[in-house]
């Protein structure tokens, strides 16, 4: 098939070229976002008088119904199309004849399929923005449930201080707020247009870019043509917030594997979440945690490719940018896949409280509260340190607890140690006595709780 673009060459490429150069299976899904910037396009032509008002309505009326044949399956992309631009630009010539030629006046597909790519990705990243609220509500919900729900805390993966669990699931709600907050970001910079830059110099035709960006929803224009038709930053921008949200579904992944093996049995998964062996018939897999964790990686390798294709590019536009969205589509559906399934995971796991408060106290994790006890009581902390440590090392070759070690024990290593030691080093009270902006006790939980959904709000 002779080529639309035709003149210089014959436009007859060879069919495997024509595969190797064709991108309608990537770009075909910005359908709807090429055919609504044809529309603006073409009430800016009319408005500006570039082409007959006649023929711009013509024009309009045909983009609409393409449109709505293609999303009722009236009418099939071609797959053998060059990409879908030049589809809609073929149907609608045949729809109408000559006067469907008039619409590529005043741009080039350089900023033609920049705009749409920017169209379809501001809405895209709003889909994910959205996911990512209902999962904090989700993370919320369960904080709220458990704000009194005692754990260790970890530093080094040892058990550390106790906690309550859902200061826990906090830690991950702030992470997902500022994953909110870059995705938002990310769409300040995309959300400017670039149609009229043409292929690279702008073009002579009076054109009111201001007006057709304003008719597409654009905050802006890009304000150097050049620049326009050659930026890709905003892609790589969004494949960087989404690849730091996949870190952070990956790090809540890997807890959740921890949390629900034999070792820890501080969660059990829903069977909706999880798969069996082939051979162990004991097995319950959490394959889907799994699948986020190891998905993250893919999110990172969109990240990385882009960014090696835009290393060394000239100005202005070059063919290697077609490369730009199969990454970007695939980190998107990627990251909204794994959202899917994160939240409702999350909603429907049992939390084993009993298991997680045993494993708080066989920790010696309010070992530093014994410390403090006998600072408070005028002991150096460094001795005081030094005794706690010789205590903890006594209580595990007993397989005693911090708790249950009678106070003739303690008296053997400090006369400073009294009955109201007990209380000193209950875990409740551990984890209440630290009440500052942002701990874990539950009154600090129940601000946290209410300042994220304040912030949910906002988002």
């Known amino acids: 098939m002779t080529k ?4 210089r060459t014959e436009g007859i490429t060879d069919p495997a070229a024509d595969d190797f150069n064709s991108s309608i299976r990537i770009d075909s899904r910005m359908v709807r976002e090429d055919i609504t910037g044809s529309i603006a396009h073409a009430a800016m032509l009319k408005k500006q008088h570039i082409i007959p008002s006649d023929a711009a309505d013509h024009i309009v009326e045909a983009l609409q119904g393409i449109l709505f044949d293609i999303e009722s399956g009236a ?3 071609d797959p053998s199309a060059e990409d879908i631009h030049m589809f809609v630009e073929q149907v609608l010539t045949e729809r109408i004849g000559e006067e469907g030629k008039m619409l590529h006046t005043a741009r080039s597909r350089n900023d033609q399929v920049a705009n749409d790519t920017r169209m379809y990705l501001r809405q895209a990243s709003e889909k994910v923005r959205m996911q990512i609220k209902e999962l904090i509500t989700v993370l919320n919900g369960i904080a709220e449930k458990h704000k009194d729900t005692i754990l260790p805390g970890y530093t080094h993966m040892q058990r550390a201080q106790p906690i309550v669990f859902g200061q826990h699931m906090l830690a991950y709600e702030m992470m997902f707020l500022r994953d909110i907050g870059r995705l938002k970001d990310a769409e300040k910079r995309m959300n400017v247009s670039v149609i009229g830059a043409c292929a690279l110099a702008g073009t002579t035709y009076p054109t009111d870019r201001i007006y057709e960006a304003q008719l597409l929803g654009f905050d802006d224009v890009a304000r150097n043509s050049m620049d326009g038709v050659s930026d890709r930053d905003f892609c790589l921008e969004l494949l960087s917030a989404l690849s730091i949200l996949m870190m952070h579904m990956s790090r809540m992944a890997e807890e959740i594997i921890l949390w629900s093996s034999w070792e820890f049995r501080f969660i059990e998964l829903s069977d909706a979440y999880t798969t069996g062996s082939s051979i162990m018939p004991q097995k319950k897999n959490p394959d889907m945690a799994e699948l986020i964790r190891g998905k993250t ?5 969109d990240l990385m490719g882009l960014l090696t294709v835009m290393k060394g590019i000239p100005l202005a536009y070059n063919k ?5 969205k199969e990454p970007v589509f695939d980190a998107l559906d990627t990251a909204a896949m794994c959202l899917r399934v994160l939240t409702p995971m999350l909603d429907t796991m049992h939390v084993n409280q ?3 408060y045993k494993a708080a106290q066989k920790g010696f994790i309010n070992a530093t509260d014994l410390a403090d006890y006998l600072t408070r009581k005028g002991m150096p902390f460094r001795a005081a340190y030094k005794i706690c ?3 903890t090392a006594a209580c595990i070759a007993s397989d005693e607890v911090l708790e249950t070690l009678p106070l003739e024990e303690y008296r053997k290593y400090s006369d400073l140690f009294a009955e109201d030691l007990y209380e000193a080093i209950d875990l409740k009270r551990a984890v209440n006595t630290r009440c500052s902006l942002g701990g874990t006790s ?5 601000e946290q709780i209410a300042w994220v959904s304040a912030q949910l709000e906002e988002a």
């Open 297 to 301: 990686g893919r999110v990172y390798g």
């Open 389 to 391: 440590g010789q205590i």
């Open 442 to 446: 539950t009154a600090s939980v129940e």
């Open 320 to 324: 290697d940018m077609q490369e730009d």
């Open 75 to 77: 009418l099939a992309i």
């Open 354 to 356: 009993e298991e997680m």
């Open 4 to 7: 639309m673009w035709a003149g």
